[in-house]
C-alpha cells in the first residue's frame, strides 16, 4: 500500500512559521481529498485543514486566516503552510489521503511552539 510521509515539523517560538510536507511513496488514484489533522495532548485529533480534487479548501476556525493548505498533485504531495503560530498550536500533525480504495494516514510530525 502506498505510504504518507510527513516532513517539516520542529521547533518554533510564538509568531513564527513551519511547513509541513506529505508525500506519497507512490501515485495514488482519484484522490478525492487530502487533509491535516492533529491531535495536542490531552485532546481528541481534530481536523485542521481539508482540500478537495477540486481545490476547494476548509480550515478550523481556529487556524483560518493563518494556514493554508494546497497541493501538487504531480507529486501527490500536500502542505501545509502554517504562519502566526501560537503556543495552542503545539501538537502531532497528521496527513489523511482518501481516494478510491484508499484512506490512509501519515506517522504524524511534532510540532512545537514556545512561548
Given at each position: 500500500q502506498v505510504q504518507l510521509v510527513e516532513s517539516g515539523g520542529?521547533?518554533?517560538?510564538?509568531?513564527?512559521?513551519?511547513?509541513?510536507?506529505?508525500?506519497?511513496?507512490?501515485?495514488?488514484?482519484?484522490?478525492?481529498?487530502?487533509?491535516?489533522y492533529r491531535r495536542a495532548p490531552g485532546k481528541q485529533r481534530e481536523l485542521v485543514a481539508v482540500i478537495t480534487s477540486g481545490g476547494s479548501t476548509n480550515y478550523a476556525d481556529s487556524v483560518r486566516g493563518r494556514f493554508t493548505i494546497s497541493r501538487d498533485n504531480a507529486k501527490n504531495t500536500v502542505y501545509l503552510q502554517m504562519n502566526s503560530l501560537k503556543p495552542e498550536d503545539t501538537a502531532v500533525y497528521y496527513c489523511r489521503v482518501v481516494a478510491s480504495g484508499y484512506d490512509n494516514w501519515g506517522q504524524g510530525t511534532q510540532v512545537t511552539v514556545s512561548s
Open positions: 520542529g521547533l518554533v517560538q510564538a509568531g513564527g512559521s513551519l511547513r509541513l510536507s506529505c508525500a506519497a511513496s507512490g501515485y495514488i488514484f482519484n484522490i478525492n481529498r487530502m487533509s491535516w
